[in-house]
């Protein structure tokens, strides 16, 4: 590939961008669903009764069996056989973001999980409930174990949100096609771009968890998770 | 009237009845040691007076309050106890300060400027002001107990309760720890104790009860205990625990 | 890209929702099938079926709003009724017409099979035993392989894309890649000197445009009557001179310049003559 390719390329570098913001957009939007909802999930296949904890681990084990894809199409044509009519965007937010969740209940779960039993004893002795305890003891605890697992998850949906287009999410590979079908020698070039994008999305991604994870480190706290 | 008042608890896991019937009171300012073998209930009790374990049978009450009773507001009755674990359970991402607040900021709803305050004061009573902003993990065992009286002093408990508070601790350790229980003792704080110390228990308990097999065998003063024990296998189980353990402490 | 199609969206809305209230539907397009469909570099959506489309809501009284969909989900979408038409070179077939209802056949499109330059292969040499030969899954191309080269022995191999089958036989990894007519016809242009046709395939292919089972919007009748209007007219045969031979960035320069024709003055024919006046200069 000669200079003129690149320099080719680097006029399309804009529109690779907004696509590309088109890719962060659902990852903050998948992201933050799938912990919210994680959370709640592993806190009550932990902590619950038993229905409720039976319910959660009968919703990780749904979204983490179902292919992305299928996921997909479900919320955005399914859903509307229900009377329920979402955008492409917010199906994939939903059907990616649900997905993430069952995987990062799983994170927190044993986070959760490996969380002495004296912990929540000690809280409970000192009068705090068993909400306040999970709150101000537990939790903080599992969240702060849970990092290293949930940069794996970050790396993961990152390169999920690629299969909005499924949907017609327009994102960044979308846009690569776009450039593509007007411009068949760019092919490989441009899917090269993509790939570095993302490279170094991920590498921008772990780097700032990492960092998250160097600030809130605690001694004796790392390394049982 | 009795601060404490345990009647007839019973506790079963599994098949094995851990607790056959034990009854005990406390009075104000009072210091009991429980002794005997190891899986005699000893710590089984502790936790059924606060409820940390349910028992299945038996009542217990703190001053008038029924601990025991089905609508007991737990969360305040275990407030006004203190527990202190074998193995501290320091909560492990606060630093000393902040496991000492913890208690007066979220259960007692105290303010923070008040929080910090006490809970400097209480540090300071055990020693640790200086290790005011340490993790658990970069302290030793002893500096760890101590940390976790000072917890549990933090709150103003009309009832302390120690659960082997020295038996994870290395030997050179123990002092410390033990030195900070003999001066609350002194001060007049009502306490139970479950130990081996037996120096311990000959200086500061009012009363030293033995137990085996889910029931207390014999209970009565240090000195009645060890010189004339009503029942031989009490006389034969601190004859065994002095020569083990030694008097020191 | 995405912002300029909503802004020239926004604008055909504006216009159109002052002029009268009419009926809005929504147009659903794989818009990466130059010269058929496809997104200009400024991010505007055009192409052959998007200005046919857009000049029978014209002469027909009713907008569109065109929404780039997966050519793989574009049935689907119809079905749960996400869109109202399907415009992407959709050809006919009895499979396709078992869930959706098409348009009389707009448009005659045979295949063509593009094999590397100099190596003087013909479509005969290459129905034989043991050819490689690509084409994108689930297009005709690839149905029509199967169903006449695999029984003599061919092999297929299926691409996600049509330029992923382009750039493995520039690899050398097959003998030839097969894919509708004009596509083809471009990635020769692209590739000039590396690439050429074999030949063309006869397959008698149609394309039509799609609606819901049973058209139960009427919209069949529209759109073959527009269609009809514009042959009349001869913005039709303009609109093929236009989108059919030039290259692409010719035609995007076009459309910029001649757009505002049909979009706001909603004047189909001099917009195609505009557009073919342009693509010459």
């Known amino acids: 590939m000669d200079l003129g390719v690149w320099a080719q390329v680097g006029s399309y570098l804009p529109v690779l961008l907004q696509g590309l913001l088109v890719n962060v957009e659902l990852l903050l939007g998948l992201l933050a669903l799938g912990f919210a909802i994680g959370v709640v999930a592993a806190l009550l296949e932990v902590y619950a009764p038993r229905p409720l904890g039976f319910l959660a681990s009968a919703y ?8 992305e894809i299928v996921l997909l199409f479900l919320f955005y044509f399914g859903l509307p056989q229900i009377g329920l009519r979402l955008s492409a965007f917010l199906a ?3 059907a990616l973001g649900f997905r993430s969740s069952a995987y990062q209940a799983q994170i927190f779960r044993g986070a959760l999980l490996s969380i002495p039993t004296g912990q ?5 002795a000192l009068g705090l409930s068993r909400l306040g305890a999970i709150r101000h003891i537990v939790l903080p605890q599992a969240l702060r174990l849970s990092l290293a697992g949930w940069s794996n998850e970050f790396s993961s949906v990152l390169k999920d949100t690629t299969l909005a287009w499924g949907i017609g999410v327009v994102e960044v590979m979308r846009q690569a096609t776009y450039i593509r079908a007007r411009n068949f020698t760019l092919t490989l070039p441009i899917y090269l771009t993509v790939a570095f994008l993302f490279l170094v999305l991920t590498y921008a991604g772990n780097f700032a968890i990492g960092m998250a994870e160097k600030r809130l480190r605690i001694p004796g706290l790392e390394g049982r998770g | ?9 019973h506790k079963r896991y599994g098949h094995e009845e851990v607790l056959k019937g034990v009854s005990l009171t406390l009075a104000a300012g009072e210091t009991k040691v429980v002794i005997g073998p190891s899986g005699t209930g000893k710590s089984t009790l502790l936790r059924c007076i606060n409820r940390l374990t349910e028992p299945d049978r038996g009542r217990v009450w703190l001053g008038d309050l029924e601990v025991t009773a089905r609508r007991a507001d737990l969360n305040k009755i275990r407030a006004q106890i203190g527990f202190v674990f074998q193995d501290f359970n320091l909560f492990t991402h606060l630093t000393a300060l902040d496991n000492v607040r913890l208690g007066l900021l979220k259960v007692r709803g105290m303010g923070r400027r008040e929080a910090t305050e006490r809970a400097m004061a209480e540090l300071e009573r055990v020693g640790l002001k200086a290790k005011a902003s340490a993790y658990p993990a970069q302290l030793s065992g002893g500096q760890q107990q101590r940390v976790s009286i000072a917890r549990a002093l933090a709150m103003d408990p009309k009832l302390m309760l120690f659960d082997e508070p020295t038996s994870a601790l ?14 609350l003792a002194k001060e007049g704080m009502t306490m139970i104790v479950v130990t081996h110390e037996m ?5 500061v308990a009012d009363e030293i009860v033995f137990m085996e097999g889910g029931v207390i065998v014999e209970q009565g003063p240090p000195e009645v205990l060890f010189r004339s024990p009503k029942v031989p296998r009490t006389g034969e189980f601190l004859r065994k625990i002095s020569e083990l353990y030694g008097e020191a402490g | 890209m995405r912002k300029a199609g909503v802004a020239v969206l926004a604008a055909v809305l504006l216009v159109g929702g002052l002029a009268w209230g009419q009926e809005k539907y929504v147009v659903l397009s794989d818009i990466a099938w130059a010269p058929f469909e496809w997104v200009s570099e400024k991010g505007a959506y055009l192409g052959f079926d998007l200005d046919v489309m857009r000049a029978i809501a014209v002469l027909e009284g009713f907008e569109i709003e065109i929404r780039d969909t997966p050519f793989d989900s574009i049935i689907p979408a ?13 050809t006919i077939t009895d499979e396709r017409a078992q869930v959706i209802s098409f348009s009389k056949p707009y448009w005659e499109a045979n295949q063509a099979a593009v094999v590397r330059a100099g190596l003087g292969l013909t479509v005969d040499k290459l129905a034989a035993r043991g050819r490689i030969i690509g084409a994108q899954r689930g297009t005709t191309g690839a149905f029509w392989v199967e169903d006449n080269w695999v029984p003599l022995g061919v092999v297929l191999v299926e691409y996600e894309t049509y330029p992923e089958a382009i750039l493995d036989l520039l690899a050398g990894r097959i003998d030839a890649a097969v894919a509708d007519v004009d596509p083809s016809k471009m ?25 819901a089972k049973g058209d139960p919007k009427g919209l069949l009748p529209k759109i073959e009557r527009g269609v009809a209007k514009l042959k009349e007219l001869g913005a039709w045969d303009l609109l093929i001179q236009a989108y059919f031979g030039p290259a692409l960035s010719a035609i995007e320069a076009a459309w910029e310049k001649c757009s505002p024709i049909l979009l706001v003055e909603r004047d189909p024919l001099r917009y195609a003559q505009c557009l073919v006046a342009e693509v010459r200069k």
Request: glycine share 14%; aromatic share 10%; net charge negative.
């Open chain 1, 60 to 67: 990780t084990w749904f979204f983490r069996g179902v292919p």
């Open chain 3, 78 to 90: 119809i079905v749960a009724g996400k869109g109202d038409i399907g415009a992407s070179g959709f």
């Open chain 2, 199 to 203: 120096g311990f228990a000959r200086s």
């Open chain 1, 92 to 94: 994939a937010v939903l």
């Open chain 3, 187 to 211: 990635a020769v242009l692209q590739y000039k000197g590396q690439i050429e046709l074999a030949g063309i395939l006869e397959t008698g292919e149609e394309y039509g445009f799609v609606v």
């Open chain 2, 170 to 183: 290395d030997p050179e350790l123990i002092g410390e720890v033990l030195a900070v229980m003999i001066q």
């Open chain 2, 1 to 9: 009237m009795a601060l404490l008042r345990v009647e007839d608890l």
């Open chain 1, 120 to 124: 929540m004893m000690a809280a409970r």
